[in-house]
């Protein structure tokens, strides 16, 4: 008898389940509503089974939330929030946010503060680049840096050329996965380390610019 995917602690071995039942029911509506119904399931029951967890993200999106002034950033925070609390299964074993987990939050919402809107912010947000410990850390770190550096060079940077080559260096590798995942109904590993991808050169070169343009 197969374990409910609500059920499944390894989350690996849980999105691969969701995935094939897009993958089994060829993407026609009753899949997808399937799969929307499973994995909001999952997610409350895992959040529920985390309240530590849930509290820290709590505290620390509703500090943001207070102190946020710049415009859209509410509901940048909202978004970031929202986000957190359906992935806490990411977290496997572990019953609350670790200090890496934590900052890689921080950086993401960068753009609904004060400092992402200063000249630093794209060094700031290399330097606050923290070792993943857990499948939570590590896609809260990639979303952290997609949000992050999409908004900058679409908010700041002047260069078309630069902007294409930064968007398609984010975008690339989420479509090439997203696609892999689909047609084989499971998650692939993503490259290692993590200075190979094309985004990582891109975060320097558009980090710099910001820094150095007046």
């Known amino acids: 008898m197969s374990v409910p995917v609500s059920e499944l602690t390894d989350s690996r071995a849980a999105t691969d389940a969701l995935l094939e039942t897009l993958r089994t029911g060829r993407w026609r509506p009753g899949a997808v509503g399937r799969f929307l119904h ?33 415009p859209g950033a509410r509901a940048w925070v909202t978004t970031s929030w929202t986000l957190t609390v359906l992935h806490l299964g990411l977290l496997e074993h572990r019953g609350r946010l670790s200090s890496a987990d934590v900052l890689t939050l921080l950086r993401g919402n960068l753009p609904a503060t004060a400092l992402g809107h200063s000249r ?15 499948p939570f850390g590590d896609d809260a770190d990639s979303l952290a840096d997609a949000a992050f550096w999409t908004w900058l060079v679409l908010r700041h940077e002047p260069s078309r050329t630069v902007r294409a080559a930064a968007l398609a260096a984010w ?21 290692r380390p ?5 985004a990582a050169a891109m975060q320097a070169v558009v980090a710099v610019r910001h820094l ?3």
């Open 212 to 214: 150095l343009r007046r």
């Open 120 to 134: 630093w912010s794209g060094l700031l947000a290399i330097g606050r680049r923290q070792s993943v410990v857990s």
């Open 194 to 198: 993590a200075l190979l991808r094309p």
């Open 38 to 70: 499973l994995a909001a399931h999952r997610s409350m029951r895992q959040a529920a089974r985390r309240p530590t967890a849930f509290a820290q993200a709590g505290a620390l999106h509703g500090l943001l939330f207070t102190t946020a002034r710049a």
């Open 171 to 191: 975008m690339a590798p989420v479509v090439a996965v997203t696609a892999v995942s689909i047609r084989r109904g499971s998650m692939p590993d993503r490259p």
